[in-house]
């Protein structure tokens, strides 16, 4: 999930501030982590431990309230008991890579995707997305070709993922919505030639800039293996101490084991 991490934190300076290029730093002074990553670790603690998702995104969420959520979300959060609210925006997609990393079969991927997704966004969309991120996850893990990826993802959601960056970018604009982002973040990958490629193609089209190189930057990680050491470095130096033995302990078992 670091992949997301990363993708999260180098796009977190452009989301109001877009850019349509590839060429720009890729870590600047104000790079930080925000929501999208609060609830990747959110995910990847619950299935750690087995507990229930819900709880460990009101957990991390309560202890970040900072970190950029959307109002309804925040809502959501501090609600008590917090009853799904029908959102088919991309926030269920951002935070499932850890489902793609975990589990062994489509069948289970799905569903547990589906879970994560409908604490919150229990519109068909919503649920859709974050199953389509999860999937491309887990069939970039398992060693199928992008090719297998994008036939797949196209056949079971609907997506058309036959356009191209170049087509996009010119008249694309900020869209959080699942339709809006999602393929467009996928494209971002299927056109790729590393994980860091990938984020800064995501980002490029100007949109959603963090959650869409979070998604792009998962899915990256899953097909290509390996993120270089430097991004590394600095992805944990822009972390709170408390995410790291979260992210340590799912790479263990589920990454690099």
Request: aromatic share 12%; glycine share 8%; with cysteine.
């Given at each position: 999930?670091?992949?997301?991490?990363?993708?999260?934190?180098?796009?977190?300076?452009?989301?109001?501030?877009?850019?349509?290029?590839?060429?720009?730093?890729?870590?600047?002074?104000?790079?930080?982590?925000?929501?999208?990553?609060?609830?990747?670790?959110?995910?990847?603690?619950?299935?750690?431990?087995?507990?229930?998702?819900?709880?460990?995104?009101?957990?991390?969420?309560?202890?970040?309230?900072?970190?950029?959520?959307?109002?309804?979300?925040?809502?959501?959060?501090?609600?008590?008991?917090?009853?799904?609210?029908?959102?088919?925006?991309?926030?269920?997609?951002?935070?499932?890579?850890?489902?793609?990393?975990?589990?062994?079969?489509?069948?289970?991927?799905?569903?547990?995707?589906?879970?994560?997704?409908?604490?919150?966004?229990n519109h068909p969309a919503?649920?859709?997305?974050?199953q389509a991120v999860a999937?491309?996850?887990?069939?970039?893990?398992?060693?199928?070709?992008?090719?297998?990826?994008?036939?797949?993802?196209?056949?079971?959601?609907?997506?058309?993922?036959?356009?191209?960056?170049?087509?996009?970018?010119?008249?694309?604009?900020?869209?959080?919505?699942?339709?809006?982002?999602?393929?467009?973040?996928?494209?971002?990958?299927?056109?790729?030639?590393?994980?860091?490629?990938?984020?800064?193609?995501?980002?490029?089209?100007?949109?959603?800039?963090?959650?869409?190189?979070c998604i792009s930057g998962?899915?990256?990680?899953?097909?290509?293996?390996?993120?270089?050491?430097?991004?590394?470095?600095?992805?944990?130096?822009?972390?709170?101490?408390?995410?790291?033995?979260?992210?340590?302990?799912?790479?263990?078992?589920?990454?690099?084991?």
């Amino acid at each position: 999930m670091l992949g997301a991490i990363a993708g999260d934190i180098i796009g977190s300076v452009y989301e109001h501030q877009p850019i349509k290029t590839t060429d720009f730093p890729l870590f600047q002074s104000r790079c930080r982590f925000t929501d999208d990553t609060v609830l990747t670790v959110a995910i990847a603690d619950a299935i750690i431990k087995n507990n229930d998702y819900k709880s460990a995104l009101k957990t991390y969420g309560q202890a970040y309230p900072d970190a950029g959520f959307g109002m309804l979300f925040f809502n959501w959060l501090f609600a008590s008991p917090g009853e799904p609210y029908n959102s088919f925006g991309n926030g269920s997609a951002m935070r499932v890579s850890p489902v793609g990393f975990a589990f062994d079969t489509k069948e289970t991927v799905l569903e547990e995707a589906e879970k994560s997704a409908a604490v919150t966004h229990n519109h068909p969309a919503g649920v859709a997305g974050a199953q389509a991120v999860a999937l491309a996850v887990f069939m970039g893990r398992q060693g199928a070709e992008k090719s297998e990826i994008k036939s797949e993802i196209e056949s079971r959601f609907g997506y058309d993922l036959d356009r191209n960056l170049d087509g996009i970018r010119p008249d694309y604009t900020f869209d959080v919505t699942w339709q809006g982002s999602v393929p467009e973040s996928i494209i971002a990958f299927l056109e790729s030639e590393s994980v860091e490629d990938a984020i800064r193609k995501a980002i490029s089209l100007g949109g959603d800039s963090d959650t869409m190189g979070c998604i792009s930057g998962a899915i990256a990680q899953a097909y290509y293996k390996q993120i270089p050491e430097e991004i590394v470095k600095k992805v944990y130096s822009r972390l709170p101490e408390a995410f790291i033995p979260v992210i340590e302990n799912f790479n263990r078992r589920f990454v690099n084991g």
